[in-house]
């Protein structure tokens, strides 16, 4: 599956892939024939990842891990149970004749906490990264601008960049699930890049944020992208530890632009599936459901049903 399947991914969820593989095998053991998995074994797992008993390589210390992760974790199981079912065993047969897990229950957080970042608080952001490094306003309005995640903005190149038609390339191999597509910029965000090309003096395969430690030939990490946050956030007055973060400024772009037809906003955001721009991001608002029936009201009363 990592040979095949894996290596087809983004950066992130190949990561993930490979954290998995040797979890499992080693939960369940490297000759485990896959066929004689069953609801024993899938409970069993939940329970000693929830607690902590089972992690992937390289965690050290033992904590419990949410509903979401196991969630993940499962999925990647499935995924290779799943294709393991079609993928030929040289022998004009399939490696797996019946996914033993199929139909399962996936463990769910019954209310995922998904905060929103409100305009106001964008605002104290937009204040207080002024008073910061430039590359730390740029990277907050690219995420408010582009509604992409932080891992996508990080690993952008200037070549992806192209001002004079203020259009923005995101590659396959950076995004999440491997979509690579083309969105417009802003007025607002194609200012900012403009400024900060000029201070870097960077043109072409040059990375739009450079990493300033360690590697300095790539892109700034995960961990000094998420602690820009957490530097921003103490500036700016923001909740800390609940949940925000870059992501944050996805959903606020999401729900900001509802009225934009789902297709249109899915392809402008980044999102492959429209429908998990409903499931996991939008929310509804009483604004939005009273102006829906003072629409309603006004079409009834000029004759329109």
């Not at 909740?239 to 899915?266: C, I, M, T």
Request: net charge positive.
């Amino acid at each position: 599956y990592e040979r095949e399947v894996t290596i087809g991914k983004g950066v992130t969820s190949q990561r993930h892939d490979r954290r998995c593989a040797p979890m499992f095998m080693r939960f369940f053991g490297r000759t485990r024939r896959p066929e004689t998995l069953s609801r024993v074994d899938w409970d069993r797992f939940i329970r000693a990842r929830r607690s902590g008993k089972v992690a992937p390589p390289g965690v050290k210390k033992a904590r419990a891990v949410g509903e979401r992760i196991i969630e993940q974790d499962l999925r990647y199981l499935l995924a290779v149970l799943n294709w393991a079912m079609i993928a030929g065993d040289g022998r004009s047969g399939v490696l797996l004749e019946r996914n033993p897990l199929k139909g399962l229950q996936l463990p769910k957080n019954e209310s995922p906490a998904r905060p929103i970042l409100i305009s106001e608080m964008y605002a104290s952001a937009r204040r207080a990264a002024r008073d910061m490094d430039p590359r730390v306003e740029l990277f907050l309005v690219l995420a408010n601008e582009t509604g992409h995640r932080g891992a996508s903005i990080r690993r952008l190149r200037w070549a992806d960049i192209d001002l004079e038609r203020a259009m923005i390339r995101w590659r396959g191999e950076n995004d999440k699930v491997g979509m690579a597509h083309e969105t417009p910029l802003s007025e607002e965000a194609t200012v900012l890049l403009q400024r900060e090309r000029v201070r870097q003096g960077a043109i072409g395969e040059t990375w739009v944020f450079p990493s300033r430690r360690g590697d300095r030939t790539g892109p700034i990490t995960v961990n000094a992208a998420r602690h820009l946050w957490t530097r921003l956030a103490e500036r700016a007055g923001l909740p800390l530890g609940q949940r925000y973060g870059w992501h944050s400024l996805r959903r606020k772009f999401a729900n900001e632009l509802k009225e934009v037809p789902l297709r249109d906003l899915a392809a402008l955001g980044g999102w492959k599936n429209p429908n998990t721009l409903l499931m996991c991001y939008q929310v509804g608002d009483p604004e939005t459901q009273r102006a829906a029936l003072a629409s309603r009201k006004k079409l009834s009363a000029n004759g329109i049903s």
